[in-house]
Every structure is written in structure tokens, then in C-alpha cells.
């Protein structure tokens, strides 16, 4: 069912009509984004060296050399930041959803060193909502990117 402004198409002379898939898609998208972008602000605001250093404190056991622990600790906030403020714009959506799952393959990846089975699945969980909102690219119509294609010619 098509809606206008939250109404039914024919209880309203709107000419604005969005679909259940794009209202899905928005609201996924504005949900991980949401959680993406206060993960990054959390740990860039006071909290940034702390999480570096108890990142590399973590993995001190693994084989992974301390210096790519603690380079990868410190790109995790920019990173998550820049991925929150694009999903929320619904700017660059697809490159945001890729970098995204890559991002959680690269934390489950790490989170498996360390034997954190509960939190691969909150990191599996991630690579879902990620792979379902790239699957349903096409639904993005309420972001920039959406605004933006329709201005094409």
C-alpha cells in the first residue's frame, strides 16, 4: 500500500506518495545509522585513546602485531562516525553499506581471536541489517541519495 504523508492515496490531494519499502528502508537505515553514529561520537568524544589502548590490551595475547591493533583501533570511531552521518543523510548509501560489512567482518574477525562469541553475534547481527539494506537499495528513495536521482534528467 502506497501512502501520502502518512495518509492513504485517497485521503489526501498530495502528490508525494512513498511505499512501504521505502519507509522500511528508511527506518533500518536511520536505525543502524543512528547506532553507527553514536558509536563513533562516544568513542572520538573522552573516550578515544582509552578504547585504543584497551583495544591493544585486548589482543596483547593474539598474533596480531600491537601497532596494526592499535591502528585499527584508532580508524574503528572515524570510521563508525562517517558511516552513521552517511546512512542517516542516505548519502552514498550503497558505498556506506559495503564499507559497513566490511567493517563488521573486520570486528568479527577480531572478536573471534579473542574467543567473544556473544559479541560475533552482535557483529553478525550488524552484517545483516547491512547486507538487508544493500539488497534493498532500490527502496532508498527517502535520502539524499533518492533526491538526488530523481533530479537527474
Known sequence: MNYRYGMPDNETPLDVTV???ALAHALLRLALGTSMLVHGLVRIGGYFWPFVDQTA???AAT???P???RISAML???VELL???LLILGLWTRFALVLGGL???ALIAGSSLLTQWEIVAIQLAY???FAILLRHCQSNRLSLDGWIGRRSP
Open 76 to 78: 574503528i570511531p572515524p
Open 19 to 21: 511505499s512501504d519499502a
Open 67 to 69: 601497532s596494526m591493533v
Open 83 to 85: 558511516l552513521g552521518m
Open 57 to 59: 590490551k585486548q589482543f
Open 63 to 65: 598474533p596480531i602485531p
Open 127 to 129: 552484517t545483516f541489517f
Open 103 to 105: 567493517e563488521m567482518c
